[in-house]
């Protein structure tokens, strides 16, 4: 059977305060604010505690960084997981998912002791924040937007260069 979509119009919450202000902006806003959260998982800030984790642990350069790795593989895994869903329950279930496995990835990653563990972490955080995070919001901005989603688009990553700068 052929596939159909449906063209829906995205609803404004009741509690939306404003009828002046258009409401995806507030998604474009929340969009910066997760971008600026997901930073932890990003390369430059992996880089800035590579000596204090390996003079901490006593762990090589090589397992620090492979945890890098594994987080790039499994945000390619974790794309297309969330991109199903994302087709299914919509943006926000799939920002609060990764959300909060982002979080969870944190906490634990204060408590690792082994390699093994920090891989993990630092694994679904990383697959969570370019999986989960990036195509949520984007998508969610690409449904609000049309005639200047490139401005709203340029202001949520700015959340991402900003958090980096942080």
Do not use: C
């Amino acid at each position: 059977a052929p596939e159909t979509t449906q063209a829906t119009e995205p609803q404004i919450p009741r509690a939306w305060p404003s009828k002046k202000i258009f409401y995806g902006w507030s998604i474009v806003g929340t969009g910066f604010i997760a971008s600026f959260g997901m930073v932890p998982m990003f390369g430059p800030v992996l880089g800035i505690f590579m000596i204090p984790i390996q003079d901490e642990m006593g762990w090589a350069r090589w397992e620090i960084a492979l945890a890098f790795t594994v987080g790039s593989a499994s945000s390619s895994i974790s794309t297309l997981i969330f991109g199903r869903v994302l087709d299914r329950y919509g943006s926000r279930v799939i920002v609060v998912t990764a959300g909060i496995i982002i979080m969870l990835a944190m906490v634990g990653i204060s408590f690792m002791q082994a390699p093994w563990q920090f891989w993990i972490l630092f694994g679904l955080g990383r697959g969570s924040a370019l999986g989960g995070i990036q195509i949520g919001v984007g998508i969610s901005i690409a449904n609000w937007f049309i005639k200047r989603r490139p401005r709203a688009m340029a202001f949520h990553h700015s959340g991402l260069r900003a958090g980096q700068f942080l």
